[in-house]
């Protein structure tokens, strides 16, 4: 009796055993799977962390400023597993800064368009109040004076019509059509270092009337960058280029060039994608490429600086479609006619007596009164008194 029921005892004891490890085998197991999740819930709250400080810190600074920047990437998740949880709140935050920078660019926009309206109009007055006291004073010292200010009038003109066209405004002056050389005078005249600018040689093509004034701007903007970003003394090239279809005009400078991303930046506004926002183009702005551009996009001619210029600085090229060309003719001057001695008279011609007429005076040739500070040339205007020697005589009363 005593056996079995030892036995009995035994396998009770062995089955329960083997229960107890059995429930610490599948314990252990839960504490291993709970530490696991435990783990994998504490390293995904850091990665959120750690993506939502890296939105925080760089994805949102990057889209703010893309919109100013179109080279700027804005970099993706932290984690690349092909779903960006935030893609949605970068998308509203990008259209909603995008449509507040587009209204404060109107604005801004619609602001200076009418300031500058303003301040050309005053700059026609002055101009108009110049060049009358430019006819009335004979004084040379004087006409000196108001060259200067005539070409500083033109260069405060020139500012005010660039910035009107940036904001959206047309060029404002409707002009008939002229030549590649009088495009090039006319821009050289409105910047400050006019003399060191190499006129080309005249030429026959022209400029249709409605891209006159465009041409003439962008020319002077390109003249100006050029002569401002080189030395004092070296001159600025204009030559002309035929080209199958259509025309080049090339400037070169002997500047400090431009670096890569500054040419990158530079045919991104000549290409007219700088006049959305004005305060993309820097503090204070510089609006020359913007403007140029948007003058290329309307009118339909192309520019580009990305050429190095035979003297280390820039070439600029501003090229005219056929289009925008037109041709004028200048009249071919008189045949010269060789004057041939009289054929011999035999027969005596009949002396007749007249009265003699009075010699017509020979009027004096003008002093040289030579060139202004300014290298143009002097002007005399004619006094009354000469005006009146000069006018034929009036018939008096019987």
């Avoid at 108009?128 to 005539?150: F, Q, T, Y």
């Avoid at 030549?179 to 080309?200: E, H, M, N």
């Avoid at 006619?337 to 011999?344: E, L």
């Amino acid at each position: 009796m005593e056996y079995p029921l030892l036995l009995a005892g035994l396998s009770c004891l062995l089955l329960l055993a083997i229960v107890l490890a059995v429930l610490l085998l599948r314990q252990r197991n839960v504490t291993a799977a709970v530490g696991r999740y435990r783990d994998a819930a504490v390293a995904e709250l850091n990665a959120r962390e750690a993506e939502e400080r890296h939105l925080r810190e760089v994805r949102l600074p990057a889209v703010a400023e893309s919109l100013a920047n179109p080279s700027v990437s804005v970099p993706g998740p932290l984690r690349d597993n092909g779903h960006d949880p935030h893609r949605a709140v970068l998308d509203t935050i990008t259209e909603l800064l995008g449509q507040t920078r587009r209204d404060s660019a109107d604005s801004a926009a619609a602001t200076l368009r009418a300031m500058m309206r303003t301040v050309q109009n005053l700059a026609g007055e002055q101009q108009v109040l110049i060049s009358a006291m430019e006819d009335r004073h004979d004084d040379p010292s004087v006409l000196d004076g108001l060259l200067g200010l005539d070409h500083a009038n033109s260069q405060l003109g020139r500012r005010a019509q660039a910035t009107a066209v940036l904001c959206g405004s047309w060029p404002g002056l409707q002009r008939s059509a002229a030549t590649l050389t009088d495009v090039v005078r006319g821009a050289t005249g409105r910047i400050r270092d006019y003399a060191r600018v190499q006129i080309p040689a005249p030429s026959d093509t022209a400029v249709v009337s409605q891209a006159v004034e465009p041409v003439v701007l962008a020319v002077a903007e390109l003249l100006d960058n050029g002569a401002r970003h080189s030395q004092p003394g070296s001159p600025v090239q204009v030559t002309f280029q035929q080209a199958h279809n259509g025309l080049a005009i090339i400037i070169d400078d002997a500047g400090v060039g431009m670096t890569v991303e500054a040419v990158q930046r530079a045919a991104w506004l000549l290409g007219g994608h700088g006049g959305q926002d004005i305060a993309s183009l820097g503090v204070p702005p510089r609006i020359g490429f913007a403007v140029i551009g948007a003058l290329a996009n309307r009118y339909g001619f192309r520019v580009s600086v990305d050429t190095r210029s035979p003297y280390g600085g820039v070439r600029a090229v501003l090229f005219l479609p056929t289009e925008l060309l037109t041709r004028i003719t200048t009249p071919s001057p008189a045949p010269a006619v060789i004057a041939t001695p009289p054929a011999p008279r035999t027969e005596t011609p009949a002396v007749t007596t007249e009265p003699a007429r009075p010699a017509e005076p020979v009027p004096a040739k003008a002093p040289d009164l030579g060139t202004t500070a300014h290298g143009l040339p002097r002007r005399r205007r004619r006094t009354p008194a000469a005006a009146a020697s000069s006018a034929p005589p009036e018939s008096g009363k019987a």
